[in-house]
């Protein structure tokens, strides 16, 4: 949307559920404002009374550009839209013991070894998106069908989401089941 008032190209991230046509009134003044602040990019993330405002209109981060002739100077309403294959909770069980395997997931094992723990050994492995399949399925709560097959020093296997609360992690007991646990 070109807009006269501004002397940049913006593009504003808007999260999940937000109305686009709603925001669009409130947009320009607080690009002005970032504007005239010197400020060509923010996140939502932090407690800055700029990260509030963010935060209070569902924005997710605004970043701009010089306007060429072709983009003049305005803004782009965009809905953070994250799309991902999903996969289901054996995707996840594969996934961790293959990394429980390979050298950096069987050193946690060994320190587990050294420590020669008389109590409840666990091992936690955060999933980022960057492990698309097996992030979703534990974020939408799909629980693996079958046992893993973990190292003999791990008792508790934790399967951790990492994104914005509500967070969600599956994880493996020595009561021989799979549960769920979620931290908002």
């Not at 002739?69 to 996934?95: C, E, K, R, S």
């Amino acid at each position: 949307m070109e807009h006269a008032e501004l002397t940049r190209l913006w593009f504003v991230l808007v999260r999940p559920g937000r109305s686009l046509k709603r925001m669009q009134s409130h947009v320009p003044s607080l690009l002005r404002e970032l504007e005239s602040q010197g400020i060509d990019k923010v996140a939502d993330s932090g407690n800055g009374n700029m990260q509030v405002t963010l935060k209070r209109l569902g924005i997710e981060s605004c970043s701009s550009t010089q306007p060429t002739a072709m983009h003049p100077p305005g803004f782009f309403l965009m809905p953070n839209i994250l799309t991902a294959w999903v996969g289901n909770g054996d995707d996840v069980m594969q996934f961790c013991e293959s990394f429980l395997a390979d050298d950096l997931g069987s050193s946690k094992a060994d320190k587990l070894r050294r420590a020669e723990a008389a109590c409840e050994r666990h091992v936690v492995i955060i999933l980022t998106a960057d492990q698309s399949g097996p992030h979703t399925a534990v974020d939408t709560g799909e629980l693996p069908t079958q046992s893993p097959d973990l190292p003999q020093e791990v008792d508790w296997l934790w399967v951790i989401a990492s994104k914005s609360p509500p967070i969600r992690a599956i994880y493996w007991s020595p009561a021989g089941r799979w549960s769920e646990a979620v931290v908002a």
